[in-house]
């Protein structure tokens, strides 16, 4: 009997409309234009201004296209899991509002927290679902609404972050394509580095956490950096190893577009051909979760049948991890 295993079989993306540039961002912080570009390698990123508007309308829209394009009918999604750290509401879970906005009505939804590393250990999770035999159609929402933590008076982290959300649809599959093997890592010492210091309950929101402006994503930059350089690189090359390929045998690596200068160097670190590598954090900034669906949105038309992609990640917790993933269409006929 042929092992079941899950293939992605539909991709879809949003990134909104309002843009907001370094030139833009230089006329509320202390930056220029040169300063973010030489540091992250970003130009320009999306921004969803409505406040009244939170990830879930990222993911819905998300969602909606994927149906367009696939064809399938929302009743017969079996589960929807987001992966987000920006949920519209601590409870219900986000998922749950994408769910009932797209019409997926029969399927089971809850949220995933792993800041950046979101996509990567939800394709894992959403794969297991499929594997068991039981679920036929599960769709993983990953991305972020940014803005809304970022603190735009803070000029080391405000040109960083944008909004976006992509969608993938997962199936079954009895043939050698799909996620193939995933490797998640965890290591709890990261958090005084990287983490939102108030909100949740271990430091409520009051007055005091308002004014202090603990609200806003909190990062130590030069801690961060070298975490993610070290352990994105490690991750990525045990994957290859331990399926006995070659890096030369990687179609396309797809890495978390946290900073320009962390992808660089970690490609340089596997001896890769940036030629292969996806990269759109110029456009986008960091999306955290959304940053490599939105990636494969962009490169879609470009992957075939039977490509083996790379993805990695690296996010707070921290956590890290990567996929290794045959993919299951021609994406010019999408």
Same mark, same amino acid.
């Given at each position: ?57 990222? *993911? ?5 296209? /994927?149906?367009?394009? #696939? ?5 017969? @999604? $079996?589960? &929807? ?80 972050? *944008? ?5 993938? /649809?997962?199936?079954? #599959? ?5 996620? @193939? $093997?995933? &490797? ?151």
């Amino acid at each position: 009997m042929n092992k079941l295993n899950a293939v992605i079989t539909g991709l879809a993306a949003y990134v909104p409309d309002d843009v907001l540039t370094n030139e833009d961002i230089s006329r509320m912080v202390d930056t220029s234009d040169e300063w973010i570009t030489t540091r992250v390698g970003i130009k320009e990123r999306h921004i969803l201004k409505d406040n009244s508007l939170g990830t879930s309308y990222l *993911g819905i829209k998300a969602v909606n296209e /994927l149906f367009r394009k #696939t064809g399938v009918d929302p009743l017969t @999604i $079996d589960g &929807i899991i987001c992966a987000t750290s920006t949920g519209d509401y601590v409870f219900p879970n986000t998922a749950s509002i994408i769910a009932y906005q797209t019409g997926c009505t029969h399927a089971f939804a809850f949220d995933m927290q792993v800041a950046c590393t979101g996509f990567v250990y939800g394709l894992e999770t959403a794969a297991n679902f499929i594997r068991t035999g039981q679920y036929k159609r599960i769709i993983l929402v990953a991305g972020d609404k940014m803005t809304a933590i970022t603190d735009y008076t803070d000029r080391t982290t405000c040109p960083l972050f *944008g909004d976006a959300c992509g969608a993938v /649809l997962l199936e079954p #599959t009895t043939e050698p394509i799909g996620l @193939i $093997d995933t &490797i998640l890592r965890t290591d709890g010492s990261g958090l005084p580095f990287l983490h939102l210091k108030a909100g949740g309950t271990a430091r409520r929101p009051s007055h005091e956490t308002i004014d202090n402006r603990e609200h806003y994503v909190y990062q130590e930059g030069k801690a961060v950096f070298k975490r993610a350089v070290t352990d994105m690189a490690s991750v990525a090359l045990e994957i290859v190893e331990r399926n006995g390929l070659k890096k030369e045998d990687i179609d396309w690596v797809v890495p978390h577009q946290a900073n320009l200068r962390i992808v660089e160097a970690v490609i340089k670190n596997l001896d890769g051909d940036i030629n292969k590598v996806m990269i759109n954090i110029q456009k986008y900034g960091n999306t955290s979760a959304g940053t490599i669906p939105v990636c494969l949105w962009e490169w879609e038309k470009r992957l075939k049948k039977g490509d083996k992609l790379l993805l990695a990640a690296f996010g707070a917790g921290y956590t890290w991890g990567a996929n290794l993933l045959v993919w299951g269409y021609d994406g010019a006929k999408a």
